[in-house]
């Protein structure tokens, strides 16, 4: 199937491994110039490089901390200089520390909420206006199933991810008529470090081992098995096509069957 993405523009955040960079290989496979973000830029520079690599596409690396509003500014005026616009928007961060209610100071919240909601408000807000201009568009972000089913452990992810969630689908109602979608796609347990880092997390609290943390939660997915992050991303560029265009407001798992509800 062509996606019709040759020769759009796309920024993904967070893009340097894990789900941002299978993201972006995906996009960047259907022919799509390719605009990665992150904070490590040594890290960063050899992931543009494999991905021009693998594709044959344009890559631009930028470093910056999606959590700063200036660092965003810096940013997407790069972005914009070079690719003279975004078509396509792949909002993406790393998630807040785990921990229980009990265990957050305002510090703990406010960071969660600069990290993963106002990073994604910011990046639209800059990428909006040109695609108003041109009514075309996707915005889509990578979220979790916690907004579908909270995960334990994990107070401030699921509360900020569900704003994510309350602005997109307000959003996608206000520019339905112009040609741009807004949706949300919520890996379940995937393969990346964050989800070694959470089975560690888990297994101090618990007093247990990473591996056992592991074990529960394959056995909890009726797959049997964790995701792989290009899993993941075929669902993004599928969001990202002109296939796509009368989808807009979801948020679709992709889980392995893990979520239990209904919607």
Request: glycine share 8%; charged share 20%.
């Amino acid at each position: 199937m062509d996606l019709g993405l040759k020769g759009k523009t796309a920024l993904v955040a967070a893009s340097s491994r894990g789900l941002g960079k299978a993201v972006a290989i995906a996009l960047a496979r259907e022919g799509a110039k390719v605009a990665i973000t992150a904070r490590g830029e040594e890290r960063l520079y050899a992931t543009a490089e494999e991905i021009r690599q693998l594709t044959g596409s344009t890559v631009l690396a930028v470093p910056a901390d999606v959590s700063s509003a200036a660092e965003i500014e810096a940013l997407m005026d790069r972005v914009l200089a070079e690719f003279g616009h975004v078509d396509i928007l792949v909002n993406n961060a790393g998630g807040p520390r785990p921990g229980q209610f009990a265990d957050m100071t305002d510090d703990d919240w406010l960071r969660a909420v600069q990290l993963n909601l106002m990073s994604t408000i910011r990046l639209t807000r800059r990428a909006l206006p040109e695609m108003r201009a041109r009514r075309w568009g996707r915005i889509i972000n990578i979220t979790s199933t916690s907004v579908k089913q909270p995960l334990p452990n994990l107070i401030l992810s699921n509360t900020v991810r569900a704003g994510v969630v309350a602005m997109a689908k307000t959003l996608s109602s206000e520019i339905a008529a112009e040609g741009i979608t807004v949706n949300n796609v919520c890996p379940g347990y995937t393969l990346t470090d964050r989800i070694q880092q959470l089975a560690e997390s888990n297994a101090e609290t618990e007093h247990t081992t990473p591996d056992a943390i592991m074990d529960r939660w394959r056995g909890s997915i009726p797959a049997g098995r964790l995701g792989k992050p290009e899993e993941l991303a075929a669902l993004v560029a599928f969001l990202a096509s002109e296939q796509a265009a009368y989808i807009t407001g979801t948020t679709t798992q992709v889980d392995g069957g893990a979520v239990k509800s209904l919607l």
